[in-house]
């Protein structure tokens, strides 16, 4: 069963820290992974989206890394503002027919206080 | 609009009820998705059209759901006789193909009383 599980469940840290949010995927065969930063309220938003022969992929002070060997990847999030507060969800899609299906983890709450 | 927008944003209703959930994609996307979130969750697959067919409803829980997209634009999700284990947020998202990034709409939060 194809499944993504994200640690940890939720963090806080202090404004102007640096984080990391991590991701481990059984999704096979794999296509691509993406990063979504979902606000209180509000629909998920892509960060970041990577391959198979990516390893990195930056989005301002979003840097998502990818190693498909062990399946893994990290969000790391440089000089936290207090708007970076939010769920990040790790999503996994699938190669071939069904490459629109995506398989989300639970998601990391990010709290950042000041 | 610019993005993906749903109505209602909120809808309480009893057991028992009829609701329906409206979602305007992204104008030209012809991929549209309706997702499933319950709290602490992320969202799970629920059905996906290609233009105005449904290409796969394999994540529809059962015959109480059913969606349509009858023009290939505005899709409307159609829950019958709700149950209380119904309630989560039910998020739409488009995109312009079915690889390509889905912009997701803010959702719309159901509560069965």
């Known amino acids: 069963k194809n499944q993504v599980e994200q640690s940890p469940q939720s963090l806080i840290i202090l404004e102007g820290k640096n984080c990391t949010l991590q991701?481990?995927?059984?999704?096979?065969?794999?296509?691509?992974l993406r990063w979504y930063k979902q606000d209180t309220g509000r629909g998920p938003v892509s960060l970041t989206i990577m391959t198979f022969s990516e390893n990195t992929k930056s989005n301002g002070r979003y840097t998502a890394t990818l190693d498909a060997d062990t399946k893994q990847s990290s969000l790391h999030i440089t000089a936290s503002q207090l708007s970076d507060s939010a769920s990040y969800i790790c999503?996994?899609?699938?190669?071939?027919?069904?490459?629109?299906?995506?398989?989300f983890g639970k998601g990391t709450l990010l709290t950042v206080n000041p | 609009g610019a993005g993906v927008s749903q109505t209602p944003s909120n809808k309480v209703t009893e057991k028992g009820k009829y609701v329906e959930l409206r979602c305007d994609p992204i104008?030209?996307?012809?991929?549209l998705y309706w997702y499933r979130q319950s709290l602490g969750q992320g969202p799970e697959f629920l059905i996906y059209f290609q233009g105005t067919g449904a290409a796969d409803d394999s994540g529809l829980p059962n015959d109480r759901f059913f969606a349509v997209r009858p023009e290939g634009s505005v899709s409307t999700l159609k829950i019958q006789r709700t149950e209380r284990g119904d309630s989560a947020v039910y998020l739409c998202?488009?995109?312009?193909?079915?690889?390509?990034?889905?912009?997701f709409g803010p959702g719309t939060r159901l509560l069965v009383l």
């Open positions: 999503v996994v899609s699938v190669s071939g027919g069904s490459n629109y299906k995506l398989t």
């Open positions: 104008s030209g996307h012809t991929a």
């Open positions: 991701c481990n995927y059984t999704v096979s065969p794999f296509s691509n």
């Open positions: 998202a488009s995109s312009s193909g079915g690889r390509e990034t889905q912009y």
